[in-house]
């Protein structure tokens, strides 16, 4: 199960709207001069993502909430964005060039192939985004800001 924790921005009738900030890395290393997922973040500083999700239990603004969704969903979404249209860019280049013969004909077999592809994943996509598996899901509700407060006291010398 992949996690990710998320800022509560509203709640209401049982949907909340949530803000997802990404990490600028991995955390597992202190390598952040050579490492391409932190780099890629600094491009786009402050981006972040909102979610809608069904929350039953009632939920204030600025509450932290654990989101979850399952790693076989994500690598099947993954694997469909990303190598289907690859995919059909190598079969309809591959196509064509065997058909005609000619670099052209496998660039413009490459782009048809690509286009097809791509308009199979449009399709695709919202279908299995309405699957449950592909949905996220609730794992852990934070206290709402301002219940806890700690208070110390300071004892007076005598």
């Excluded at 190598?83 to 413009?108: H, N, R, V, Y």
């Excluded at 791509?118 to 996220?136: M, N, S, T």
């Excluded at 934070?142 to 300071?154: A, E």
């Amino acid at each position: 199960m992949m996690k990710e924790w998320a800022t509560v921005v509203s709640w209401q009738q049982g949907v909340a709207l949530l803000r997802c900030e990404p990490k600028s890395g991995c955390g597992s290393c202190t390598a952040r001069s050579g490492c391409g997922v932190h780099a890629l973040n600094e491009l786009v500083p402050g981006s972040e993502h909102h979610l809608q999700l069904q929350v039953a239990q009632p939920l204030e603004p600025g509450q932290r909430v654990e989101i979850g969704i399952a790693e076989g969903s994500l690598l099947r979404s993954a694997m469909l964005v990303y190598m289907t249209p690859l995919f059909g860019i190598m079969l309809g280049g591959g196509l064509l060039q065997l058909w005609l013969g000619s670099d052209a004909a496998s660039l413009l077999g490459a782009i048809i192939g690509g286009a097809a592809a791509f308009l199979v994943v449009r399709l695709l996509a919202p279908r299995l985004g309405k699957q449950a598996d592909y949905q996220p899901v609730v794992l852990q509700i934070g206290l709402p800001p301002g219940t806890m407060r700690l208070h110390t006291q300071t004892e007076d010398p005598v």
